[in-house]
């Protein structure tokens, strides 16, 4: 189970593709965030879980970071004295990412998320201070220090109509400084162009030979939109390691005590249409309460198993919708499917260790149930 903490509205840069809105001072009360992660031992513990992840964002979140060390100190005496793993988890733009924080994060063994869009000049195309100022130096010197201090790294990268262009470089620069996971977070509300499509998909073209090629150095990275794919399609729906979070075991909470199916789904916490109740008011995860239904349209797609149209908020924001892919979120999923179906496919001909051992768990043997659904 998964509680995301939202501490606050406030941010200390203006990108303007934002998903969290229009920043503004307002932090979650320490009652607000002690009653949350009470409410998530509980559940937790009465569905049988064994591990609880408590996530904490923004805004930017290390703007509230006492207010973070004091949740993570809550939750791990509340949560291990009942059992629990309780694992912790952050989403910053790392520009306040000081030796003080950096040590108590590592202290902590939190994961940190760092957003980084670019190399530091095309990270400074779409994140700029609100004054103007450009941040891909401060970006990437922080992502520096956290890969050499905290053991769980990973970079989120906005794939925007400003930035695409240096995606695949983006790729090779992170796999170069020995980052295990990038996350790409494609922003799904831009008004992309055909141009700029076949932009995307060229660098995606770029990102694939970057991926190929860091197994082929034994020194693989995690990329969200291709080992999901690929792991759908060798193990099947279920087993879906990026899902959406409108499944019952995401819960978020905003600084108003606002409940949400996850953390992208609160933006500024004032469409009460999307809200599942407040914390102070009781509320119920139904067990309705998740990815929405397929619609029709999708009905004969041969890729419908596979797609990202299982995610209530790339829906929302491709198409204003939450039940509906939009056109760019249809293309992306048909852009990206096949190209991550031939990565594998030359990684599984090759029978490559790395490849074998992350996907069908050994470095040298594929079991025999999985042959039947491999990639060849």
Do not use: K
Not at 32 to 39: F, K, L, P
Not at 200 to 215: H, K, P, S
Not at 321 to 338: F, K, N, Q, S, Y
Not at 360 to 367: C, D, H, I, K, R
């Amino acid at each position: 189970m998964r509680l995301t903490l939202n501490l606050t509205h406030a941010c200390n840069l203006g990108c303007d593709y934002c998903f969290a809105g229009t920043a503004r001072r307002q932090e979650m009360p320490s009652a607000t965030g002690r009653t949350a992660i009470d409410w998530a031992v509980r559940r937790a513990r009465a569905s049988g879980n064994d591990t609880l992840v408590v996530s904490m964002m923004g805004g930017e979140p290390l703007l509230a970071f006492d207010l973070f060390d004091e949740f993570a100190t809550y939750a791990r005496r509340i949560g291990e004295a009942e059992g629990l793993d309780v694992q912790l988890q952050t989403t910053t733009n790392a520009t306040l990412l000081d030796g003080h924080r950096l040590e108590r994060l590592a202290e902590l063994g939190a994961h940190v998320a760092i957003s980084v869009d670019g190399v530091p000049d095309v990270h400074d195309r779409t994140r700029r201070t609100h004054d103007g100022h450009g941040t891909g130096d401060a970006a990437w010197a922080a992502l520096d220090r956290a890969l050499a201090r905290l053991e769980s790294v990973s970079v989120v990268v906005v794939i925007s109509p400003a930035t695409v262009d240096e995606l695949a470089a983006t790729a090779r620069a992170l796999a170069a400084r020995g980052v295990a996971r990038i996350v790409l977070n494609p922003n799904w509300s831009a008004a992309w162009t055909p141009p700029q499509l076949e932009i995307w998909r060229a660098a995606y073209d770029g990102v694939a030979a970057e991926y190929v090629a860091a197994y082929r150095r034994l020194a693989p990275f995690e990329l969200n939109v291709f080992d999901n794919a690929i792991d759908l399609r060798i193990r099947g729906a279920e087993n879906a390691v990026h899902a959406c979070g409108f499944d019952g075991a995401d819960v978020a909470v905003a600084p108003s005590g606002s409940v949400y199916g996850c953390g992208r789904a609160v933006g500024e916490d004032r469409d009460a249409s999307a809200s599942l109740g407040a914390m102070w008011d009781g509320f119920e995860v139904p067990s309705a309460h998740r990815s929405p239904a397929i619609p029709n349209a999708c009905q004969e797609c041969a890729l419908r198993p596979r797609c990202a149209s299982r995610c209530a908020c790339a829906n929302r924001e491709s198409s204003g919708d939450a039940a509906i892919p939009g056109d760019v979120l249809c293309w992306h999923e048909r852009t990206v499917i096949p190209l991550a179906d031939e990565a594998a496919a030359t990684l599984y001909r090759e029978r490559n260790t790395a490849f074998l051992a992350r996907f069908y768990g050994s470095p040298t043997e594929v079991p025999h149930a999985a042959r039947t659904c491999s990639l060849v």
